[in-house]
């Protein structure tokens, strides 16, 4: 990879009491890339996600993104260097509508500040209005539009998902990081998650997914790494990795189909 990657991770290995859930992992994501992390139950994707994004401190590793190393040591730090993600289990605030999920998100870039917001000063009016409307326009770009005033409970599972995406991407990040996007979702829904994925991407974004659906995966991704047992058994183009004996037994196999 000739430019400096999107995203670098190098050495992570992580450890919860007895058990080492993951051995010297890494990976490196190019800008505009649509990268995907997969492996079976227990592999340790989810961990490996989890540390990139904040949620885990590694016992060691290295972390650069958009070539500017940053320590994944708390939630807020990653949103701020411009990682943000969402859940395998979705996290919307139920009785705050849409658009107001989404200005929470926005809220992660704001200016005007605590007195600001107590005083109501005309920064802080205009910067609230500026949230409001990059919110709508959100709303609008996933697909759900005229849902802005429901609360987020009443949203089809589908839509949820589709909010959660909207809130991600308020924070402005440089990295978006969807855990099982398709989780739940029929086959319709797939699809069209599977065009707004390929729109966002379009538009200048990088994207990195766990995802079981493997059919899913090796159509949309440009890359992907394949964990078992908390280390790298495979790295490479979908075709490469799908060809990969080890992959075969592990995770792509008959029992597995």
Known sequence: MSEVPMLSVQGVNKRFGGLQALSDVGLE?????IYGLI???????????NVITGLYTPDSGSFALDGLPYEPTAVHRVAEAGIARTFQNIRLFGEMSALENVM?????????????A???TRAQREEEAAIRARALELLAYVGIAGMAQQAARTLSYGDQ??????????????????????????????LA?????????????????????????????????????????ARGLPAEVQRDPAVVEAYLGASHA
């Open 39 to 49: 492996g079976p139950n227990g592999a340790g994707k989810t961990t490996f996600f």
């Open 193 to 233: 998650l599977r065009d707004l994925l390929v729109r966002i991407r379009a538009d200048g974004r990088t994207l990195l997914l766990i995802e079981h659906d493997v059919k899913l995966v090796m159509g949309l991704c440009d890359r992907i790494t394949v964990l078992d047992y908390g280390r790298e058994i």
């Open 118 to 120: 107590v005083l109501r």
């Open 161 to 190: 998902r589709r909010l959660e995406i909207a809130r991600a991407l308020a924070t402005d990040p440089k990295l978006l990081a969807l855990d099982e996007p398709a989780a739940g979702m029929n086959a319709t829904e797939k």
């Open 29 to 33: 994501i190019g800008r505009g890339e």
């Open 104 to 116: 929470v998100g926005r809220h992660v870039r704001t200016r005007a500040g605590v007195l600001g």
